[in-house]
């Protein structure tokens, strides 16, 4: 009881400084709470919706693609309408609905600007039956009575500005076909973000689907007291094997796994980022508390003078632990709440509906995030606290706390070089490595060795570094820029602590930046290298080109050719029987000047011609296959072909590579029309001299279809940068974190700092340093820790950063390109950084009172 009391005297004694650290554990604790609350409110949102809108049993197509998936012919899997008659004849049903459910579809306004959500989420087209009022009610309006009505979701038609009369053209592979809004549909539940429209059914079959009479799926509901199992069960035995049936369960599962890997993307990421964020608070908390526990020397002495055992003092500082821990996670939590809000907003202001209605907050977060927050504080201030425990009771007769062990000293600087050269041979061995899979072993082995290597030696490069940038930096500001490079120097170990909070937010940054340039030259290397095509045609959301769009660039002027590029899944079967599960790229025979690739035999051009084909380099090695064999290619969807291989491409190219290629002629015969896939991409080429003209005229051929970007090289190579630009924007934000709890900590430390050193601040103003002076000593004694931790961090993100790109060499990335003006600009903010955290810690020495200063014990 009395350790208690002790402690919290203490804690509220210094409530002040332990706010800082408080607010490192609330901060890291929140990013914690608020990953889990908002993933756990995206899964009470699909779970919801996937609820309402699965029947009892759900009949379709047995190859039916997945919930997120868009067919690359551009028609969903469909089955007769005679199903539904026959699931009306087994015992224990309902009601039995015909749907039609339609990915492939893009639908636009009259401006011809699409009305698709440009948060990734799809525009799902679909006929209106009563089963839709499971999840959505008419809100104005009726329901779609005819082939020249529409139904749209209330959230699409106020986002963009849509009334009842309005005009919508679909687009889809069977053609267009244009309709006017005849209402607006409100979902019961939150629809995260696609939009929605209905048809009637004859129309919805007839321009989604190519013809009338057939359904995507048939919903199916149980009599009262028939089990869902019971129905699914009768129901198999009436139509057989050749259908998917799934219960209402079995339907909510398979949505939720549909879109668990995107969720469980963005949950484990964020909680990486909050365990970066931790990694920094456990430095704050340990500078913190050793500098407590310095300052109180002659207290702890005092203490075991007057009898308290050294697991009294030791118990004392591990309390007050506790208390900063259970404080700063009780805040965190409720924080961490609100950042899951934040995070919802953000989500909806970029398209994708998010209600906080659906806010879920299970019991286990609080409890991971008290535990997390807490063990973690308790755990940073162990070695301060054993620290206090070693103050021996003639410490009470000292102005200062016990010097450094320069034997311990030795031993860190010793371990600290083991542990950074263990760090650098792994990150050699990375680079060296012949598959990615060891390599990324050695290459994770190189950056934890590595990053402790530098947090152990940090106390050791202090004295070095911050010498090398006094000279630099501080010493043209004279005498008070001398006495700010000591101040860093006084205690190196302190230094070395406050800058690695720092270096570790920094070295991420730099190593992502270096990584993220050497993607962007990578790929505009090998574009330059391996794309002979002046202009690229595709969807930004993977829709298929429809026939009308692909006719329309086809006639437009100036172009010398166009090559269509389709993706054929198939079963390649070599001369010894040897089958394996690929994919091949039907193309027109211009792709093989459109995409230059190397051949090990044969030429690429002749796999263009009737009856032929072509492997990769590794397939032909693997299977013993070359040039004149003939191979059994079974395509999906059609009949099998005997293919004569009469290339073999090498597999050092890393556009398509270890791709076979074939005619689209030669898939067409093998493959029925309503089966054959749809071009994913088109190349095109200019006649001479006439590219401008080209460009603008397949601009405006495809204006009409909005969801189609034309790109000439020089736009998709700024596109390629725009995506990773906005990727590391992404990781930066979230990094900012880490950055920000460093910060916290530089001024923490100085504010102990200054606080530690009240009696010598006295001592100076008295014999003449002005406050000016003061402050600016403060300040730069900042700059100087935040642009040593700056200089560590680039340095080894570089190096990070460098073994990444050698490594991911074996993936294509072939091209290492240091982005030297972001490493400069973030080491010039590491000293706005540094000016930054030293606002308050200068303000306050500078109001001290001189007299009461000299006289502070």
């Not at 049903?93 to 339609?102: C, D, E, K, L, Y």
């Not at 998709?716 to 990781?731: A, H, M, R, S, W």
Request: overall charge neutral.
């Amino acid at each position: 009881m009395t350790v208690l009391k002790t402690s919290l005297r203490s804690f509220l004694a210094h409530k002040g400084r332990m706010a800082l650290s408080a607010v490192a554990v609330l901060l890291s604790v929140a990013f914690v709470c608020g990953t889990l609350v908002f993933s756990d409110t995206m899964n009470t949102t699909f779970d919801k919706l996937f609820a309402t809108t699965a029947s009892d049993v759900t009949v379709s197509p047995k190859d039916a693609a997945a919930n997120d998936e868009i067919p690359q012919n551009g028609r969903p899997a469909a089955l007769p309408a005679s199903v539904a008659d026959q699931v009306r004849s087994v015992a224990g049903v309902r009601a039995v609905q015909g749907g039609v459910v339609s990915m492939s579809v893009t639908v636009v306004d009259s401006r011809d600007e699409n009305i698709g959500p440009t948060s990734g989420a799809p525009t799902i087209a679909g006929n209106w039956s009563p089963n839709e009022l499971r999840s959505v009610e008419i809100a104005s309006g009726h329901e779609p009575r005819g082939p020249t009505d529409v139904l749209v979701d209330e959230a699409t038609a106020d986002k963009h500005h849509l009334k009842i009369g309005d005009e919508l053209r679909t687009i889809a592979v069977t053609g267009d076909f244009t309709a006017r809004i005849s209402g607006i549909a409100a979902f019961k539940v939150t629809n995260p973000g696609a939009t929605v429209v209905w048809y009637d059914t004859a129309t919805a079959q007839r321009e989604l689907l190519g013809k009338e009479g057939l359904f995507t799926q048939v919903s199916v509901d149980a009599a009262p007291g028939v089990s869902d199992e019971e129905l699914k069960a009768d129901i198999a035995a009436k139509l057989g094997s050749g259908y998917k049936l799934q219960t209402a369960a079995e339907a909510t599962d398979a949505g939720r796994e549909d879109v668990a890997g995107f969720l469980d993307v963005m949950k484990y990421a964020m909680l990486g980022f909050a365990g970066i964020a931790f990694l920094v608070g456990i430095f704050l908390i340990v500078n913190t508390f050793s500098m407590l526990v310095a300052q109180r020397t002659r207290e702890i002495g005092l203490m075991r003078a007057i009898g308290s055992s050294r697991s009294q003092v030791n118990r004392s500082v591990l309390v007050e632990a506790l208390l900063l821990g259970v404080v700063g996670s009780l805040a965190g939590v409720a924080a961490g709440v609100g950042l899951a809000v934040g995070l919802m907003e953000i989500m909806t202001s970029m398209g994708m509906e998010l209600s906080t209605q659906d806010l879920t907050v299970r019991w286990t977060t609080p409890v991971v995030g008290l535990a997390l927050g807490v063990v973690v504080t308790v755990l940073a201030a162990f070695v301060p606290a054993r620290r206090a425990g070693k103050v021996s009771p003639m410490a009470a007769l000292r102005d200062a706390g016990t010097p450094a062990d320069g034997r311990a000293g030795k031993v860190r600087a010793a371990v600290g070089l083991l542990l950074t050269a263990a760090g650098a041979a792994a990150l050699w061995t990375a680079t060296q490595a012949e598959e990615a899979g060891a390599g990324s072993l050695w290459l994770g082995l190189g950056v934890v060795l590595s990053l402790l290597g530098f947090v152990v030696i940090g106390p050791l490069l202090a004295g070095g570094v911050v010498r090398v940038l006094g000279a630099v930096v501080l010493r043209v500001f004279g005498p008070v820029g001398r006495m700010a490079e000591r101040n860093a120097l006084r205690n190196p170990r302190r230094t070395g602590a406050t800058g690695a909070a720092l270096m570790i937010g920094l070295a991420l940054v730099a190593c992502l930046s270096v990584v993220g340039s050497s993607m962007v030259a990578s790929a505009t290397e090998e574009l330059d290298r391996s794309v002979g095509a002046d202009f690229i045609v595709q969807s930004a959301n993977g829709q298929p080109i429809v026939p009308q769009a692909q006719a329309a660039l086809e006639k437009a002027p100036g172009l010398d050719h166009v090559t269509e590029y389709k993706w054929v899944e198939a079963t390649v079967t070599d001369p010894r029987g040897k089958a394996k599960k690929t994919g091949l790229v039907a193309a027109d025979p211009t792709y093989a000047e459109d995409v230059r690739r190397d051949t090990t035999a044969g030429k690429l051009a002749d796999a263009y011609g009737p009856g032929a084909m072509s492997v990769g380099s590794a397939y032909a090695a693997e299977h013993g296959v070359e040039v004149g064999d003939r191979l059994t290619v079974a395509f999906q969807g059609g009949r099998p072909a005997v293919l004569r291989v009469a290339a073999i491409t090498s597999d050092d190219n890393n556009i398509d590579k270890g791709v076979m290629y074939t005619n689209i002629t030669t898939v067409a015969r093998h493959v029925p029309d309503d089966r054959m896939p749809r071009s994913m991409i088109v190349f095109g080429t200019a006649k001479d001299g006439q590219e401008a003209a080209a460009y603008q005229a397949l601009k405006d051929a495809l204006k009409p279809y909005p969801q189609y970007k034309v790109a000439d090289q020089a736009d998709y190579k700024e596109t390629l940068k725009d995506q990773v630009g906005q990727l590391l924007n992404i990781v930066y934000g979230l990094l900012a974190l880490a950055i920000v709890v460093a910060v916290l900590g530089v001024v923490n430390t100085l504010a102990l700092s200054v606080v530690e050193r009240t009696r010598e601040i006295g001592l100076m103003r008295a014999i003449g340093l002005s406050r000016r002076q003061l402050r600016r000593m403060i300040r730069l004694e900042s700059v100087v820790i935040a642009l040593f931790g700056a200089l560590l961090g680039l340095g080894l993100g570089m190096g990070w950063g460098t073994a990444a790109q050698r490594l991911l060499a074996l993936e294509g990335l072939g091209v290492l390109e240091i982005p030297w003006p972001t490493i400069i600009g973030v080491f010039v903010g590491s000293a706005f950084v540094g000016l930054f955290a030293a606002l308050i810690p200068a303000f306050r020495a500078g109001r001290m009172n001189v007299l009461n200063a000299i006289a502070t014990d």
